[in-house]
T-cell receptor, first 117, second 113 residues
Framework: DAMVIQNPRYQVTQFGKPVTLSCSQT?????MYWYQQKSSQAPKLLFH???????NEADTPDNFQSRRPNTSFCFLDIRSPGLGDAAMYLC????????????????FGSGTQLSVL | KNQVEQSPQSLIILEGKNCTLQ??????????LRWYKQDTGRGPVSLTI?????NTKSNGRYTATLDADTKQSSLHITASQLSDSASYIC????????????FGQGTELSVKP
């Protein structure tokens, strides 16, 4: 059974039209992450939540926002998508922060492939 | 600068053969090292996780090794199957840097019949 669920699998939006991607988890994990992965590149961390505490990466554009209304759900809002924002967006969860010396797993969803026309 | 370098960039092998993928890192202070398998168009799936004190870990036909002194890791795949065709990503985390993981660029493995 899927434990980190991302919807939709494919999303097409127009240049400048706001879009929201969703992620839900059944693991009751404390930490939820959003990554952007462009073709043939490594995933790039945009931000993460530890419970309700939001942690933004310094180089994440203001165009990207996130909401976590409860433990299970997390949303990625792109306020004005540009052509350069076309990418795979990956949601991930972990019980504790991945920077700890731990064997705790990081679970990824299947991703949402965003196209911007 | 914290970096993770993987080699080779791509690899083609015949079904049933073994292969070894390499990962070198300069991340400090080291916390843990993870190997992931990512099928095209899908999210990464965890294969192994190793902390500083562990030097080998297996998951079925996948065996990862870690040498924390030389800052090298390898992923050995035994008796490859067509379904092993994927990108294999080495990911290292540094202690006390929050949720930040340093990803390698991946090795694209293609298993041919």
């Amino acid at each position: 059974d899927a434990m980190v669920i991302q919807n939709p699998r494919y999303q097409v939006t127009q240049f400048g039209k706001p879009v929201t991607l969703s992620c839900s988890q059944t693991l009751n994990h404390n930490v939820m992450y959003w990554y952007q992965q462009k073709s043939s590149q490594a995933p790039k961390l945009l931000f993460h939540y530890y419970d309700k505490d939001f942690n933004n990466e310094a180089d994440t554009p203001d165009n990207f926002q996130s909401r976590r209304p409860n433990t299970s759900f997390c949303f990625l809002d792109i306020r004005s998508p540009g052509l350069g924002d076309a990418a795979m967006y990956l949601c991930a969860t972990s019980r504790v922060i991945t920077g700890l010396p731990t064997n705790e797993k990081l679970f990824f969803g299947s991703g949402t492939q965003l196209s911007v026309l | 600068k914290n970096q993770v370098e993987q080699s080779p960039q791509s690899l083609i092998i015949l079904e049933g053969k073994n292969c070894t993928l390499q990962c070198n890192y300069t991340v400090s202070p080291f916390s843990n090292l993870r190997w992931y398998k990512q099928d095209t168009g899908r999210g990464p799936v965890s294969l192994t996780i190793m902390t500083f004190s562990e030097n080998t870990k297996s998951n079925g036909r996948y065996t990862a090794t870690l040498d924390a002194d030389t800052k090298q890791s390898s992923l050995h795949i035994t008796a490859s199957q067509l379904s092993d065709s994927a990108s294999y990503i080495c990911v290292v985390s540094a202690h006390n840097q929050g949720g930040k993981l340093i990803f390698g660029q991946g090795t694209e493995l293609s298993v041919k019949p």
